[in-house]
Nanobody, 123 residues
C-alpha cells in the first residue's frame, strides 16, 4: 500500500519561507511523477507544481513561478516544495500526490494522495 505523508506546514508571516516535505512509502518512488496541489477555504483544489521521476523536468503554476520550487530526493523517497516570498493568498491545505505515469498538471492522472498539511500566511 502506497502512503504519502506531508510535513512542514505551519503559520508564517507574509514574505517568509517554508519547505514542505512528502515522504512516500510502500511503492516504487523513483518511478513516480510527483505533484503538489493546494486547496484554499471555499475553493477547489488546484495544481501547484510537478516533477518527473528523475527530477529532470518540472512545471510550476504561473502564480508560484519564481517563488516556489519542487524537487525530489529518490534516495530518501521524498519530494519537497520550497516556498519563498509567501503571500496571504498562498494560504491553503497543501497535498502531495504520486502519478505512476508521466508528469501531469491535473488531478486525474494521480494515483495516490497524502492527507495534506496546512499552510497559513499572515499579512
Amino acid at each position: 500500500q502506497v502512503q504519502l505523508v506531508e510535513s512542514g506546514g505551519g503559520l508564517v508571516q507574509a514574505g517568509g519561507s517554508l519547505r514542505l516535505s512528502c515522504a512516500v512509502s510502500g511503492g516504487t518512488f523513483s518511478s513516480y511523477a510527483m505533484g503538489w496541489f493546494r486547496q484554499a477555504p471555499g475553493k477547489e483544489r488546484e495544481f501547484v507544481a510537478a516533477i518527473n521521476w528523475s527530477g529532470g523536468s518540472t512545471v510550476h503554476e504561473d502564480s508560484v513561478k519564481g517563488r516556489f520550487t519542487i524537487s525530489r530526493d529518490n534516495a530518501k523517497n521524498t519530494v519537497y516544495l520550497q516556498m519563498n516570498s509567501l503571500k496571504p493568498e498562498d494560504t491553503a491545505v497543501y497535498y502531495c500526490a504520486a502519478d505512476r505515469g508521466t508528469i501531469a498538471t491535473i488531478e486525474g492522472p494521480y494515483d495516490y494522495w497524502g492527507q495534506g498539511t496546512q499552510v497559513t500566511v499572515s499579512s
